[in-house]
């Protein structure tokens, strides 16, 4: 019963990273048991959480059902006349209004007439044919003014043939595109592979870009005022002086810039290292575990299942009303308080499952690449990615609910004040307009914040099975502990995955013009192209997105081995690559190269390292676990 039902369980130890797992309490001991932290038993993280979702889910479902009572889908798609009448449907008639329950099955168009700017100057009506009506033409159930100023346009420059031109270039272009989409997918997979076997080599090269850029821009600054101020006169005009006094302050703003960037590098040279090494341990992972780059499939695809239940729901909510008689022939439908509040609540459950799908995208990415830091003999994995979905699935659906939540109240939050905004904004009031901007951006940025530390909670959710705030703070420690390393990584490792899009893009786009320029009839060859090009960065995107969120998962990883173990007593989990970033590394590599039976940590000829392929010997004790992480990495 302990085995299904994790809610409860009475273990209330955990076993961290590298601590003594005592066998004995282990349900299926193996050669591997103490390596791997999912090994370990685990409890239900927020549970709350999963019920108040389960509960919100209840009452949206309430909601828009209370909607479809009062609603109906085709007054929207249809429309509706002056009497309440949707066109096109048999309607049911009404005793408080008795022009409503006509038969408007032949008639199924909708006519909007009138010269008022009001609601109320305007008139509905239901007809069988927008061609009867005098300067209309049908659209969409609608019946539109022919000669309006968009048809003008579009006969006038020719747009009005555009669509069919279109049309025509891609029925004609789409084996060239599907070329075009499987190179996407072959340089992205190119891209991968050079940052797992030259990642240093990229990086430098970047960063080398950024200097020469920066350092070019700031001579020809310097040379541009020089120009201004050898062609400035004494007799010269104000706005000459101006002019040159801005050049200079530029050259001076930019030099100023350069300065910074140059001493940054300076400083960051070593932890750009461990950006580099950070980088190769990530291209390993994703080579031992190549299904994680299928997991932004699942998450488009189920993201775009939301959108089309929101989308459905939105129709309904919006077709929903009370009927209201204003006269013996005249009526419509006024949502009351609840319809209102439903369009809140549908947009909150929007929100929220958007950012749940992608809080599971990202706890299934961490526990995959946390299991494979943590497991010293990378031949034993297991199937690490179908033990993450299942630890999720079984213990952390509440903490990604918890995290999920909190983002997507921020959202919600600033889509109303958006829409607050362009209410009472009064462009005359520019005190009011300036405020509005200002907590329009403080909410951006504590949203950004939020999602990153959210992100970074799941990875210590998904290594030790903490609950959502225990593994926030934990976070938060690490990421403050590392703070140089942390903007070393935010820096130039996502300018490199940014540069590695545009790279993918690029390339895909100039094949694509060798081969569609190239193609006879083509009428608008950048249509195809750019569409192309929208899906090479979709492609690319996905692939980057998996490789950032294993970058960053490594990194807490790494932290959290240097916490836990010290290399002697205690070895480390992570590769010698990463161990030459901590401060006792030399010692512990020259422990580890000593002979068998010099030092304990050795047994069998073998040295007890993250390049180990055996199960390492238990310690008999943790010691003094670190105070701070800045005290053991380098």
Not at 442 to 449: A, D, V
Not at 492 to 507: C, E, I, Q, S
Request: with cysteine; net charge positive; glycine share 6%.
């Amino acid at each position: 019963m302990q085995q299904f039902c994790c809610c409860l369980s009475n273990r209330t130890d955990k076993v961290s990273p590298g601590e003594s797992f005592d066998h004995s309490k282990s349900p299926s001991p193996s050669s591997d048991e103490s390596d791997n932290i999912f090994r370990t038993e685990r409890q239900c993280t927020d549970i709350l959480f999963i019920a108040l979702k389960a509960a919100f889910i209840f009452i949206l479902l309430v909601l828009v059902i209370y909607c479809m009572a009062f609603g109906d889908i085709y007054r929207i798609i249809n429309g509706y006349d002056d009497c309440a009448n949707v066109c096109g449907r048999d309607n049911k008639p009404d005793q408080s209004l008795p022009c409503k329950g006509a038969d408007r099955t032949k008639e199924q168009f909708l006519l909007v007439e009138g010269t008022g700017v009001t609601e109320s100057d305007l008139h509905r009506m239901c007809v069988s044919s927008c061609s009867d009506v005098e300067g209309f033409k049908p659209f969409l159930n609608r019946c539109v003014r022919k000669n309006n100023p968009t048809e003008e346009v579009a006969t006038r420059t020719g747009l009005k043939n555009f669509f069919q031109q279109v049309s025509e270039d891609l029925e004609a272009c789409h084996q060239e595109m599907l070329a075009l989409a499987a190179t996407a997918f072959v340089f992205s997979l190119l891209t991968l592979v050079l940052l797992r076997v030259i990642p240093g080599l990229i990086v430098w090269l970047v960063l080398l870009a950024v200097v020469l850029a920066c350092t070019a821009g700031t001579i020809w600054l310097w040379l541009r005022w020089r120009y201004e101020s050898d062609q400035l006169s004494k007799d010269a005009a104000d706005s000459a002086r101006m002019r040159m006094n801005n050049w200079l302050y530029y050259a001076i703003a930019a030099t100023i810039a350069t300065l910074l960037v140059y001493l940054v590098i300076l400083v960051m040279r070593k932890r750009i290292k461990l950006v580099v090494q950070l980088f190769r341990e990530a291209g390993k992972a994703i080579a031992s575990m190549p299904f994680l780059l299928a997991e932004p499939i699942l998450t488009f695809a189920t993201i775009a299942a939301v959108i089309v239940l929101f989308v459905y729901f939105t129709v309904w909510i919006e077709s929903a009303g009370m009927l209201v008689v204003e006269s013996n022939n005249s009526a419509k439908y006024v949502k009351d308080s609840t319809m209102l509040f439903t369009r809140w609540y549908n947009l909150l459950a929007f929100l929220w499952f958007c950012q749940f799908i992608i809080g599971c995208q990202h706890m299934i990415i961490a526990g995959a690449v946390a299991c494979w830091f943590f497991t010293r003999n990378k031949a034993n994995l297991n199937n690490p990615i179908g033990r993450s979905f299942c630890n999720l699935l079984r213990y952390h659906l509440g903490t990604v609910a918890l995290g999920s939540f909190l983002i997507a109240v921020v959202q919600l939050l600033r889509t109303m004040l958006k829409l607050l905004m362009h209410t009472v904004r009064n462009p005359q009031n520019r005190v009011t307009s300036f405020l509005f901007e200002c907590c329009q951006c403080c909410l951006q940025c504590f949203e950004r914040f939020l999602q990153y530390l959210t992100r970074n909670a799941y990875i210590l959710t998904a290594m030790h099975g903490d609950p959502f705030c225990r593994a926030g703070k934990n976070a938060f420690r690490l990421l403050t502990s590392n703070a140089l390393r942390v903007f070393a990584i935010n820096s130039a490792g996502d300018f490199v995955l940014v540069l590695a899009k545009v790279f993918v893009v690029v390339a895909t786009g100039l094949i694509g013009m060798e081969l569609i320029q190239k193609k006879p009839g083509v009428h608008h060859p950048y249509v195809p192209l750019i569409l192309v090009g929208i899906f090479a960065y979709l492609v690319a995107h996905c692939f980057m997105t998996v490789y950032e969120m294993t970058v960053d998962t490594i990194f807490l990883c790494f932290c959290e081995d240097c916490e836990t173990n010290d290399g002697i007593s205690r070895p480390y989990f992570m590769s010698r690559g990463l161990m030459e970033f901590v401060q006792n590394s030399k010692k512990a590599l020259s422990i580890a190269d000593q002979p068998t039976g010099a030092n304990p940590a050795i047994r069998d000829g073998k040295a007890w390292t993250a390049s180990s392929k055996t199960t390492p010997p238990q310690p008999g004790g943790m010691g003094q676990r670190p105070t701070a992480i800045s005290e053991t990495v380098d």
